[in-house]
């Protein structure tokens, strides 16, 4: 899988394309050198107790497509036994706000860099120990003009909406207006490989 592409309703009177960030499989053997490009294993050297404990994240991720490029309705889910966390850390929120759901390898990848542990400073992920990971559906999260109210303090999102001028705006508004009334911090990728997206799109 290279990239991903779906239909959502960010706006009721308009759709929006949603293109997923494609963080691509990173083997645990490996994410010790992505640790020390990114300065993670030098930041633990000096400060051993900065991690993710007592924070409470959100995981957004667009459903999976299949091979002609069709979303895979409700297939966003990261799977605990990937990351190495028990199943109790997680909730599950689907397309329509449900708890079906099937595991996406995409979501491992990203939640794998992001908060997988072996409860040591040598774990895998930038931020282990989080409190809570809430793993959800961008379809859900999109789906009306204001955004799904999240207890999550920081929020991963693996997706870009379409690049336009108006779309950017729109989303510019209500992650703002989100923003300032929650305090979450928003974590956005640049561009995609092999979209076409390749500059900061929103709501990056």
């Known amino acids: 899988m290279v990239g991903r592409t779906q239909r959502t ?3 009721s009177r308009r759709a ?3 293109v997923a960030a494609v963080a691509g499989a990173i083997p645990l053997a490996a994410r010790a050198s992505v640790l020390d490009d990114m300065g993670v294993t030098a930041l633990r050297q000096r400060d ?8 409470a994240i959100a995981q957004i991720e667009s459903d999976e497509t299949d091979a002609q490029g069709n979303p ?3 297939q966003f889910a990261v799977d605990p ?3 190495g966390l028990p199943a109790a850390d997680f909730t599950y929120i689907n397309d329509t706000g449900g708890s079906t759901f ?5 979501a491992d990848s990203v939640g794998g860099v992001w908060y997988s542990s072996n409860g ?3 774990s895998g992920g930038v931020a282990w120990g989080v409190s809570s990971i809430q793993s959800i559906s961008a379809e859900w999260f999109l789906q009306s003009t204001s955004l799904q109210p999240l207890s999550a303090q920081v929020v ?6 379409a690049p336009g001028v108006q779309n950017q705006q729109v989303a510019d508004s209500a992650y703002d207006n989100y923003v300032d009334e929650n305090g979450t911090i928003f974590v956005s990728g640049i561009g995609n490989l092999n979209t076409g997206l390749t500059s900061v799109t929103a709501p990056g």
Do not use: E, K, M, W
């Not at 051993?48 to 404990?53: C, K, R, T, V």
């Not at 991963?156 to 909406?161: M, V």
């Open 9 to 11: 309703r960010f706006d």
């Open 16 to 18: 929006i394309c949603l």
């Open 48 to 55: 051993p107790s900065l991690n993710g404990a007592g924070v």
């Open 72 to 74: 895979i309705p409700n």
């Open 81 to 83: 036994s990937v990351v």
């Open 102 to 106: 099937s595991y996406s390898g995409h």
């Open 120 to 122: 040591t400073t040598s």
């Open 156 to 161: 991963n999102q693996s997706f870009a909406l």
